[in-house]
């Protein structure tokens, strides 16, 4: 009928001392598992910034090719219309 009061103090104690460490052991699990993640961010981030950059630099240089057609043609144009409106000599 009589318990021993240390021994149930003992149990108590190991029964929070496994608990504590496997709470730490999914800590570190879920750290380790957060570290990988935010590798693959951090990844993922610098390739969609190196990208940004690739078509960046293409839309400048299709800017600049196209706005030398247009005055490629504007001059054309001009000088067609000098021609027409010119009196022939």
Known sequence: MFTNPFVQSQQMLDLWTKATQEQISRMDQMAEQLHKMQG??????????DE??????????????????WRKITLDATKKAAEVVAPKA
């Open 40 to 49: 693959q961010a951090v990844e993922r981030t610098r390739e969609a910034i």
């Open 52 to 69: 940004t950059a690739r078509l960046m630099k293409e839309s400048l240089a299709y800017s600049t090719q196209l706005s030398a057609e």
